[in-house]
């Protein structure tokens, strides 16, 4: 692993690995070694960064985050790599609710393309904004009026009424619409779970949007959507119609391998025995 975060860049990480590994192996040559190299590397970056006098938000970027390159699982199956028709169904079924006039289907330049079904008229519906995937490190925030919604992260105090779901009294909604999206999409996988520690770790923490406890947050809600689905995360509708990132992004070792695995760990998945949840799954998600 210590290879890896070399790899990655993660210079920060690799240091508190080794900390705690030379915790109960005191003199592990090998551990001492890769601490040495991590000190040094850190050294060199930060005094070569910091001459730069770079924003500090460039600068946590620098100095605690690794860097990964994105690129496609080269033993994906060849379900994942074409949308069947049942993907299809769930896409236009789940875009109805959002559009009037709105449908996916095969486009005549190849792949496939979102096209109007008929002629659009004044008034009509084209696209409403009702996705579940909205993160704020406010959102579970007190007293309510400093809070966000929990789904679409509206602050609660320009809301006509904050309202909360009856078994889940702590978390609240700008309105019913956005309680039936949470219920719909990810409010059954969450009830009943403590998240609120993950939720007061990213408040305020360095880096904000960028940060490991940040990113965690991100990952809590798409794989509560996920397990919540009940399909694979990938044919997920919410998913299966978009496209792998690549290129280079911003990683860390707590926000996107230990985090997401606890998150599964706590939602009951065994991330040793289901494939489902795979790492390369994740990245995928991700």
């Not at 592990?28 to 000190?39: A, L, P, T």
């Not at 966000?148 to 509206?154: G, L, T």
């Amino acid at each position: 692993m210590t290879d890896s975060l070399v790899d990655l860049d993660a210079t920060r990480e690799g240091l508190k690995i080794c900390d705690e590994a030379l915790q109960n192996y005191p003199k592990n040559k090998d551990f001492i070694s890769y601490k040495n190299g991590f000190e040094a590397t850190y050294a060199m970056v930060s005094l070569v960064a910091k001459q730069q006098n770079p924003p500090a938000l460039h600068l946590f970027l620098t100095l605690d985050m690794g860097v990964i390159s994105m690129q496609n699982y080269p033993w994906i199956p060849k379900d994942m790599l074409e949308r069947s028709s049942d993907v299809f169904k769930a896409c236009n079924d789940d875009l109805a609710r959002r559009s009037d006039v709105l449908e996916i289907k095969r486009s005549g330049l190849g792949d496939y393309g979102m096209f109007a079904k008929r002629d659009i008229q004044r008034g009509d519906k084209i696209l409403s904004r009702q996705c579940p995937i909205n993160i704020s490190s406010k959102q579970t925030r007190l007293p309510v009026e400093e809070a966000e919604c929990f789904n679409c992260c509206q602050p609660l105090r320009v809301a006509s009424a904050a309202c909360a779901i009856e078994c889940c009294p702590n978390v609240f909604y700008c309105s019913t619409a956005c309680q039936l999206i949470a219920k719909a999409y990810y409010h059954e996988a969450l009830h009943g779970k403590d998240f609120s520690q993950m939720y007061k770790a990213s408040y305020g923490a360095k880096g904000r949007d960028h940060s490991p406890e940040f990113t965690k947050l991100v990952f809590l809600r798409i794989l509560a959507t996920c397990v919540q689905g009940g399909v694979h995360p990938l044919k997920n509708p919410l998913f299966a119609g978009l496209l792998p990132a690549t290129g280079r992004a911003i990683w860390s070792l707590v926000g996107n391998v230990i985090g997401p695995n606890k998150i599964l760990e706590d939602f009951g998945i065994d991330i040793f025995a289901n494939a489902d949840y795979d790492a390369w799954i994740l990245n995928q998600l991700w």
